[in-house]
């Protein structure tokens, strides 16, 4: 049976991918789970693995080419097999055509621009935010052919340019067929206003695709998620020593973010609202619990996935953790590295940072953010005492999550962390 080759969503906010290179070549044979092709997103660079043993066939995006999500770029065919036939579009009954699902975000956004939700396609179950821009985008190009531009771009990202006196040709696109989004112009902004460092020799660095695409979504994040940060102190001592123990009898590596990503599983178990996600102006709860770690490379922030973390033992979570960081330090991120993350850990406590707010990995609700351990004088029992102490910070989507709930939760937190028992 014939089986289709996507473009993968590595993120819940990712509209379109770049086909990086092929791997493999059509007519070549494949086996399920091998690497296929490597796909560039604002993220990172990733291998994306072949669904399925086969032929592969039919491949239709090219290298370099930048394809929307969900689309169908190559086939997978058996021995003898024929690529399908296009199945024909099912004509729309007179219900569809009068009352089409949507989310929210979309039917406000098409009453915006005077748009019938019957005259927008859409590739899923329902008409969404990206169905309507890329429908904007779109006409738009084709109105700007009529002037002789070819330039798409969303009717915000076109106001905020003009009122900026920027040039939209200037401005590299990131929405459905190379659209320049609001996002996209944003980015566009902060990075003229920043002057860049001088690299060795004069000349200014380059900045990669991958940095600058998120430099624009983390603006994006600052501006429109309204963050609040709570901050919670804790006695490392008895971290230290589970982390000791733990390390007894492993031959992977066990450190504080393993500790870390174990406990915050586990709190998450008990505060599902801080593993929810605000996405088409809802809060949307994920059942799985997967945890992001934060990760620094060369050409920006990468955050990889460790799936089903709440299921994983302390010595699995480290397999998993070094893993991915050495993927993400070498540049070969796995698709399925990048996806479905819940909440996000970062630490920067190896680096000396005692403390520090980090911003909302959106669409998640929160991002836990660690310091290092550092010996500080605290009063204890009447007296002066010396203890090794360890600042939590935790950022929250004041859309999704309260001051309440935040407060719990880093105090569940911080009682796995204090007597590492109550995990059991």
């Not at 379109?16 to 086996?31: A, H, Y």
């Not at 994306?48 to 090219?62: C, H, K, Q, Y």
């Not at 084709?142 to 009122?163: F, K, M």
Request: with cysteine; glycine share 8%.
């Amino acid at each position: 049976m014939a089986t289709k080759v996507i473009m993968p969503a590595l993120g819940m906010a990712q509209e379109t991918g770049i086909v990086v290179s092929w791997l493999k070549r059509e007519g070549d044979q494949v086996t399920a789970g091998e690497p296929l092709m490597e796909v560039e997103t604002d993220k990172t660079v990733a291998e994306l693995e072949a669904p399925a043993s086969g032929i592969l066939a039919g491949v239709t995006a090219r290298e370099g080419d930048e394809v929307p999500v969900a689309e169908t770029i190559a086939w997978i065919l058996a021995p003898g097999e024929a690529l399908p036939a296009a199945a024909p579009a099912a004509a729309p009954t007179e219900k569809m055509q009068a009352t089409p699902e949507a989310s929210p975000v979309a039917t406000r956004m098409a009453a915006d621009h005077g748009l019938s939700l019957a005259e927008i396609p859409s590739n899923g179950r329902r008409i969404t935010k990206a169905d309507v821009q890329a429908y904007l985008a779109g006409r738009d190009s084709q109105l700007d052919s009529r002037e002789g531009s070819r330039l798409p771009a969303s009717p915000l990202a076109r106001r905020l340019a003009g009122e900026a006196d920027l040039d939209l040709a200037e401005i590299h696109g990131s929405g459905p067929a190379g659209a320049v989004l609001a996002g996209d112009v944003r980015a566009f902004q902060a990075q003229a206003a920043a002057p860049a460092p001088a690299a060795p020799g004069g000349k200014p660095p380059a900045m990669s695709r991958a940095w600058w695409t998120m430099a624009g979504r983390l603006a994006e994040a600052w501006r429109t998620i309204p963050h609040f940060y709570l901050e919670r102190e804790i006695d490392a001592g008895t971290l230290q020593g589970w982390r000791a123990e733990a390390q007894t009898g492993s031959e992977t590596k066990i450190t504080v973010t393993d500790l870390l990503l174990r406990a915050t599983a586990a709190a998450l178990r008990r505060h599902p609202r801080l593993n929810a996600a605000w996405i088409e102006d809802e809060i949307q709860f994920n059942e799985a619990i997967h945890i992001g770690l934060a990760v620094a490379v060369e050409d920006g922030l990468v955050v990889p996935v460790i799936p089903f973390t709440d299921r994983l033992s302390v010595a699995e979570i480290a397999a998993a953790r070094e893993g991915i960081v050495s993927r993400a330090l070498a540049g070969k991120l796995k698709a399925a590295d990048l996806q479905g993350g819940t909440m996000t850990l970062s630490n920067l406590g190896m680096f000396g940072v005692d403390r520090f707010s980090a911003i909302v990995n959106p669409p998640q609700a929160a991002i836990l953010a660690a310091g290092k351990i550092a010996d500080r004088v605290v009063p204890l029992n009447g007296e002066i005492a010396i203890q090794p102490r360890l600042t939590l910070t935790l950022s929250c989507d004041h859309r999704v999550v309260d001051g309440a709930r935040g407060a719990a939760f880093l105090e569940t937190l911080a009682a796995f962390l204090e007597q590492p028992l109550r995990l059991l």
